[in-house]
């Protein structure tokens, strides 16, 4: 059964930062690109980041370029998103995401990341 | 960027009816995909590519549309389909959603 689990959502200042992770299981993760994609309260779906199946290429939104980084360790079968910088406009939840193109197969049940003083 | 703009943003629909939605992009593309998603859970792929099934996605989904215009049609709306629905193009980072449509019980 395929299964992705996201953690490292929190609470956290303006300007500060957060790592997220997504544990996966269920497939054999080297074979497909990954996605961060996140909804804001009462917003649609974003996508924020991909990486590719080796991890040389990544994407991001333009909104987070700069400030977010997508990562991955294929030994581990784990995904990551650095946040730094974050902003009350980050709020939201967090969801990983496989896929063997662009499209997301199977998602997480996310994880909420609240900017907040 | 490539824009998707959604129709409508919502619909009531009674068990039973057929409901279609509408998906237009601001540019030609090839990749288009449908989103179910439902409060509090995992959004779900039920189209990929415009025309072609997850799998397990029931036939009553179907997708179509070429080049800038693309549709959802559910043929025979049941209760567990009221949900929110969004198209998605990924031709072409950053890859991009439209606005979405609540399909709502009537």
């Known amino acids: 059964e395929v299964q992705l689990v996201e953690s490292g959502g929190d609470l956290v200042q303006p300007g500060g930062s957060l790592r997220l992770s997504c544990a996966v299981s269920?497939?054999?993760?080297?074979?497909?690109?990954m996605s961060w994609l996140r909804q804001a309260p009462g917003k649609g779906l974003e996508w924020v980041a991909n990486?590719?199946?080796?991890?040389?290429?990544?994407y991001y939104v333009d909104s987070v370029k700069g400030r977010f980084t997508i990562s991955r360790d294929n030994a581990d079968n784990s995904l990551y998103l650095q946040m730094n910088s974050l902003r009350a406009e980050d709020t939201a939840v967090y969801y990983c995401?496989?896929?063997?193109?662009?499209?997301?197969?199977?998602w997480g049940q996310g994880t909420l990341v609240t900017v907040s003083s | 960027d490539i824009q998707m703009t959604q129709s409508p943003s919502s619909l009531s629909a009674s068990v039973g009816d057929r409901v279609t939605i509408t998906c237009r992009a601001s540019q030609i593309i090839r990749y288009l995909n449908w989103y179910q998603v439902k409060p509090g859970k995992a959004p779900n792929l039920l189209i990929y590519g415009a025309a072609n099934f997850q799998s397990g996605v029931p036939s009553r989904f179907s997708g179509s549309g070429s080049g800038t215009d693309f549709s959802l049609t559910i043929s025979s709306l049941q209760p567990e389909d009221f949900a929110t629905y969004y198209c998605q193009q990924s031709d072409s980072a950053p890859l991009t959603f439209g606005g979405g449509t609540k399909v709502e019980i009537k």
């Open positions: 995401a496989r896929g063997a193109g662009w499209e997301s197969d199977h």
């Open positions: 269920g497939f054999t993760f080297s074979n497909y690109y």
């Open positions: 990486i590719a199946k080796d991890g040389s290429e990544k």
